[in-house]
């Protein structure tokens, strides 16, 4: 038989690097024996049995001891407190065998084996569940996990968590200047077929980060993406201004409800007609901006503290009430809150009197009010209140067909081109004064119109007093001057120089001498009588009246037996009487002064 190195059997055995160094001197010694028993050191024989004695925590089995005896050992519970692995290139390891079922909880501490398919496993005591620790590469991985951070190398390769991991000091994924994302799937079944939540950094475009819904093109259905927050939400852009993109109606909801949509056209509207307002009582809106329209319904309304509304009155009708109580319309022209200057549409100030027209305050100036025909200025009243044509001889008041019942003047009525103004005055009660009483004396005329045209005769001139009824006699045509009177600013009295009754009896002013008064008379009247003495043949007549180109009729109104015809010679102030013969008693003479 061959010689047989003990040592170096011993040497060689690198699975009794485990063994502690007492164990492995036992074990040493029994090859020993057992090689000096079978003839060992050059000696030959037949071994005839083979036995492996227990210790130590190790037991074994023997098979066929006589032919090829095959040795197996195996390990229990080992009495060394430590167990030191020494070889190097490979040659110092602890080896596993996969276990087809795991083991049991060990009294204390854990027991670790290799699970069914080759992973590193252990069992705790504490809890009795196992652990499995695997990774699937494509390249020799390390990993590190010291005491405040871990790292994880090969993280290009896709990892499975299934249970829940916590972060508790953040979670960050980043690739230098390269954006990175999230995805948080819902389901998952392929590359090609899931849906889920992604956060991302700069991979879908470059200069932007999002949060959106994703799905495989070959299959999952396109999920809403929602946004809660307990307490409250808040969205903040801190350079620019945040935008809110759908490709449907964008909608705003409240209490699990829709309040309000955009929709995919641009119009802003409530979900549901009628059932949300814009402000509230002590929370109102400051201002709203139009820059079209404002469309409301038939019964909208716009109110202000409760008292001023404005509202649809009817079909194309906008009404400003509020019950009973009168309203005030006011359209600015300036307003500093002093000095203000307004169009005033006003049933308040005076009440039951619609006041309408410009208005001012403070300091402001008094403004015209125009009316404006078709874009053209029509008539106006200015700053001192006065009412008239916005063109000169440009618009009329009242026209053939409409015409004013009544027109009240206090002063003057002015008729006329300018510079050639006939002045109507409302001299006195029931008198219409040609002119006013200013200034120097004009002449005044009343004329019919001219006639027009080759050889057309002018137009009549009627003037006419007032008609009766039944029989009642028509008013007279009367005639009156103010003859001179005594020195003074009184106004001279009238005198009725002429009257024409309405039975057609013409009169004119006259003084009659009575009878028994005889000789010369001053008598300032168109006409007259005097009386002639008996024997008297000339009697003068003073008369302011009569010139030396007056024309005097006279006629004798006494049937004297001499005095039967009489002559006139008319001077300055006066004229003269001649009797034919000299009367034989006292004879009246009538005369009448034409100028």
Request: with cysteine; glycine share 12%; charged share 10%.
């Amino acid at each position: 038989m061959a010689t047989c190195d003990v040592q170096a059997l011993l040497d060689s055995a690198a699975c009794f690097d485990c063994l502690s160094p007492g164990l492995k001197r036992v074990l040493e010694l029994q090859l020993l024996c057992e090689i000096l028993n079978s003839g060992g050191g050059g000696g030959s024989g037949t071994v005839t049995s083979v036995s492996v004695a227990n210790a130590n925590g190790f037991t074994g089995t023997v098979t066929n001891p006589t032919t090829t005896p095959a040795i197996t050992i195996i390990a229990g519970a080992i009495t060394p407190a430590s167990v030191k692995i020494t070889g190097t290139a490979g040659a110092g390891f602890v080896e596993f065998v996969s276990q087809s079922v795991a083991p049991g909880a060990p009294a204390n501490g854990y027991r670790k084996f290799a699970d069914g398919t080759g992973r590193m496993a252990w069992i705790r005591q504490s809890d009795g569940f196992i652990r499995t620790f695997d990774s699937t590469l494509t390249a020799n991985r390390v990993y590190t996990f010291p005491d405040a951070t871990i790292t994880l190398a090969g993280l290009e390769q896709a990892q499975t968590w299934t249970a829940l991991q916590t972060f508790q000091a953040g979670l960050e994924t980043r690739n230098g200047a390269t954006g990175t994302k999230i995805t948080v799937f819902k389901t998952y079944t392929s590359a090609s077929s899931y849906e889920g939540l992604q956060i991302d950094g700069g991979v879908k475009t470059a200069s932007e980060f999002s949060i959106s819904t994703v799905v495989g093109g070959g299959g999952g259905t396109q999920r809403a993406l929602s946004i809660y927050g307990g307490a409250g939400l808040w969205l903040e852009s801190v350079a620019n201004s945040v935008t809110i993109n759908s490709s449907g109606a964008f909608q705003i909801r409240t209490n699990s409800s829709n309040r309000w949509q955009v929709t995919t056209t641009g119009i802003f509207q409530p979900n549901t007609p009628n059932a949300v307002d814009v402000g509230a009582t002590s929370a109102e809106v400051r201002s709203i901006y139009l820059a079209t329209s404002a469309i409301m319904s038939s019964a909208a309304t716009i109110a202000w503290n409760a008292d001023t509304i404005i509202l649809r009155d009817a079909s194309n009708t906008l009404a400003q009430r509020n019950s009973t109580t009168a309203q005030r319309l006011k359209v600015y022209n300036t307003y500093n809150g002093t000095n203000d200057e307004w169009l005033d549409i006003d049933w308040i100030t005076s009440s039951n009197k619609l006041r309408f027209g410009t208005n001012k305050s403070g300091a402001a100036t008094p403004r015209v009010l125009e009316v404006v025909i078709g874009g053209t200025p029509a008539a106006q009243w200015d700053s001192s209140g006065n009412f008239y044509a916005a063109t000169n001889n440009g618009q009329s008041c009242g026209i053939s067909g409409n015409r004013w019942n009544s027109v009240w003047a206090q002063t003057k009525v002015q008729i006329g081109a300018s510079a050639a103004d006939v002045i109507l005055t409302g001299e006195a009660l029931n008198v219409l004064q040609l002119g006013i009483d200013a200034g120097t004396p004009a002449a005044q005329r009343i004329k019919a119109f001219d006639g027009s045209g080759s050889n057309i005769a002018g137009s009549d001139l009627e003037v006419a007093g007032g008609q009766g009824t039944g029989t009642g006699v028509g008013g007279s045509f009367i005639v009156k001057t103010a003859p001179a009177g005594s020195s003074g600013s009184s106004a001279n009295a009238y005198v009725s120089q002429l009257i024409i009754t309405g039975a057609g009896d013409f009169q004119v002013p006259k003084t009659i001498t009575a009878a028994g008064t005889t000789g010369a008379q001053t008598i300032n009247k168109p006409q007259g009588s005097v009386n002639f003495a008996a024997a008297a043949t000339s009697l003068v007549v003073t008369n302011s009246l009569v010139t030396a180109n007056s024309v005097i009729m006279v006629t004798i109104g006494t049937n004297d037996a001499t005095m039967k015809s009489v002559a006139v010679v008319a001077g300055s102030g006066s004229f003269t009487l001649h009797a034919g013969a000299a009367p034989t008693g006292e004879t009246r003479v009538n005369f009448r002064v034409l100028n």
